[in-house]
Nanobody
Framework: QVHLVESGGGLVRTGGSLRLSCLAS???????MGWFRQAPGKEREFVAA????????YYADSVKGRFTTSRDNAKNTVTLQMNSLKPEDTAIYYC?????????????????WGQGTRVTVSS
C-alpha cells in the first residue's frame, strides 16, 4: 500500500512558477508515477508521467516545455516543476502511482492517488 500526499499548490500570477511535491508513505521504487489535473467542470486529464527509474518522461502537449517532473526514489518523492503558468493551468493536481506496468496516460491505469493540491493561476 502506498499513501500519497501532494503539496506546493497555491495562487500564482500568469507567467509564474510553482513546484509541486508528492511524498509517498511507502516505497515508490519500481512504481511508475504520474501527474494528473482536474479543472472545474472538466474531466481529469493527464499532465506528466515518469518511469520507475526516471529514465522515461512523458508530458501532455499543453504543458510540454513548461513543466518538468522528476523523482527521488531514496526519498520517496516525485516533483512537478511548473513554469510559465497560464490561467488554463488552474486545476487540482493529483499525484498517482501505478503498481504494475510502465507509465500510462490513462488515469484508470493508476492504483494509488493523493488527495490533490489546488493550483490557481490568475490573469
Amino acid at each position: 500500500q502506498v499513501h500519497l500526499v501532494e503539496s506546493g499548490g497555491g495562487l500564482v500570477r500568469t507567467g509564474g512558477s510553482l513546484r509541486l511535491s508528492c511524498l509517498a508513505s511507502g516505497r515508490i521504487l519500481g512504481l511508475a508515477m504520474g501527474w494528473f489535473r482536474q479543472a472545474p467542470g472538466k474531466e481529469r486529464e493527464f499532465v506528466a508521467a515518469i518511469s520507475w527509474n526516471g529514465g522515461s518522461l512523458y508530458y501532455a502537449d499543453s504543458v510540454k516545455g513548461r513543466f518538468t517532473t522528476s523523482r527521488d526514489n531514496a526519498k520517496n518523492t516525485v516533483t512537478l516543476q511548473m513554469n510559465s503558468l497560464k490561467p488554463e493551468d488552474t486545476a487540482i493536481y493529483y499525484c498517482a502511482a501505478r503498481r504494475f506496468g510502465s507509465t500510462s496516460y490513462y488515469s484508470t491505469d493508476y492504483d494509488y492517488w493523493g488527495q490533490g493540491t489546488r493550483v490557481t493561476v490568475s490573469s
